[in-house]
């Protein structure tokens, strides 16, 4: 999940690159693909909104972003709302926030990013969901 997290912080500094975008700049219904030194796509970032604010702020409505493993999405987040800094790139938002992969859905509520940290945290109320696929290959867990 870190390696996912570090791709979509890539992928949101693509689309708030401070040498494009100047304060006020408004994007609408925009997808940005993310590929690797070899072509393949890592990420796509699609966003219903987004706007440059002031000091290196961009505010991002909708936001939806997927990661990709072997050419299959891996892992989906979703955000009503968020903020990013294109200068110290970090991302953070009170509102909801869903993590979906193939064997876990995880929710909460407020969340913070750092791409030079590779660090994503929920704030509160945070759930996780053990799909029935990562149930059966946890039996050897339980206690």
Not at 58 to 74: H, P
């Amino acid at each position: 999940m870190k390696k996912g997290l570090f791709i979509l912080g890539i992928a949101v500094a693509l689309v708030c690159r401070a040498q494009d975008f100047g304060t006020g700049m408004e994007i609408h219904g925009f997808r940005v693909p993310d590929y690797d030194e070899k072509g393949q796509l890592r990420a796509q970032l699609y966003g219903e909104y987004a706007k440059v604010l002031e000091d290196h702020e961009v505010a991002v409505t909708n936001l939806k972003i997927e990661m990709y493993r072997d050419g299959k999405v891996a892992m989906t987040v979703f955000s009503p709302h968020c903020f990013f800094n294109m200068e110290t790139k970090r991302a953070h938002s009170d509102d909801y926030v869903l993590i979906e992969s193939g064997l876990m859905t995880v929710v909460g509520r407020g969340f913070t990013w750092s791409a030079e940290a590779g660090r994503f945290e929920l704030l509160k109320d945070s759930k996780v969901l053990v799909k029935p696929a990562a149930q059966a290959s946890m039996k050897e867990f339980e206690l």
